[in-house]
């Protein structure tokens, strides 16, 4: 599952981004890297995938994973 992911992720799928974006987060699937999980969901949210960009609004309001 994980190689197919990355293969639409390769092919700017904002869905795959997300979903790859949460298997790290939260370390499901994957082994944990937050930094690539933020990157991926900065990607997906500039082609405009609202999921995304709500995470990643979370994130800034609450500071959490690294992002200031």
Known sequence: AEQLLEWAVNRAYP???????????????????????????????TLGDAQAMVQLAEFYDLGLHGVP
């Not at 790290?24 to 990157?39: I, Y």
């Open 15 to 45: 869905l795959a981004m997300v979903e790859l974006a949460d298997w790290l987060l939260e370390g499901r699937r994957v082994e944990s890297n937050r930094v690539r999980a933020v990157e991926l969901y900065e990607k997906a949210a």
